[in-house]
């Protein structure tokens, strides 16, 4: 069974600090993908990771997939308390028909001024 | 510039009262997927689809039904509701591509008292 797991689950930091969020499988994913939850709305994507090693950088935010593509890891650089929300990552279900993704439990970030 | 639109966005329902969530999207997307969003227990899949007229089960299928007689709809129905059903419901569509990733809606809150 394929799994993502997130860590870590909640975080509470100050503006300013910088973090890095870590999810972690013992699967191969061919992509991994980082979504941002708020409050009160669905996921929106931020980002879909491709090729192993590969590091993608959206302002502030550094993506990074792991070399054999069972990894990923999300940085923030100075965090701010517009980043707060639920970052998830997903993958596509090995061999899978119609895009089903496997999503990972989540972590709450909240972002104190 | 709609994405998915999900109706109604909350719902309080009494044991064993039927309702119908629906969801359109304006992206000529093939995919579509019922999720439900629990605290604790992350994304879980319902029910999803490939395409018009077609469905296929998730990972917790059991009280759901769904149908997708046109391509831009994907309807979720409880027949008989129950208090295990209360939950945040999202609805998300993808491109046959699908490093695009999801696209979801903002969610309906259903409460079964």
């Known amino acids: 069974t394929q799994l993502l797991e997130q860590s870590p689950q909640f975080l509470s930091i100050q503006e300013g600090e910088n973090l890095t969020v870590y999810c972690n499988s013992s699967s191969v994913f061919s992509s991994l993908q980082w979504y941002r939850q708020e409050p009160g709305e669905g996921p929106v994507l931020l980002v879909t990771?491709?090729?192993?090693?590969e590091v993608k950088k959206l302002k502030r935010l550094t993506f990074q997939f792991g070399d054999a593509r069972k990894d990923s890891s999300l940085h923030i650089t100075a965090a701010q308390p517009g980043d707060t929300g639920l970052y998830l990552c997903a993958g596509p279900l090995k061999g899978n028909q119609g895009g089903k993704l496997i999503f990972g439990q989540g972590t709450e970030l909240s972002v104190k001024p | 510039n709609a994405g998915v639109t999900q109706t109604p966005k909350f719902r309080v329902l009494k044991t064993g009262q039927s309702m119908t969530l629906l969801c359109a999207q304006d992206?000529?997307?093939?995919?579509m997927y019922w999720y439900r969003q629990d605290p604790g227990m992350g994304l879980r899949l319902i029910h999803y689809s490939v395409g018009e007229g077609t469905t296929a089960k998730g990972e917790v299928p059991d009280g759901y039904n769904v149908s997708r007689l046109k391509k831009q709809n994907f309807l979720l129905g409880l027949e008989s509701a129950a208090p295990s059903q209360t939950s945040v419901y999202f609805c998300?569509?993808?491109?046959?591509?699908?490093?695009?990733?999801?696209?979801f809606g903002s969610g309906t809150r259903l409460t079964v008292v």
């Open positions: 992206m000529n997307h093939e995919y």
């Open positions: 998300a569509s993808s491109s046959i591509d699908r490093d695009y990733g999801y696209t």
């Open positions: 990771v491709v090729t192993g090693g």
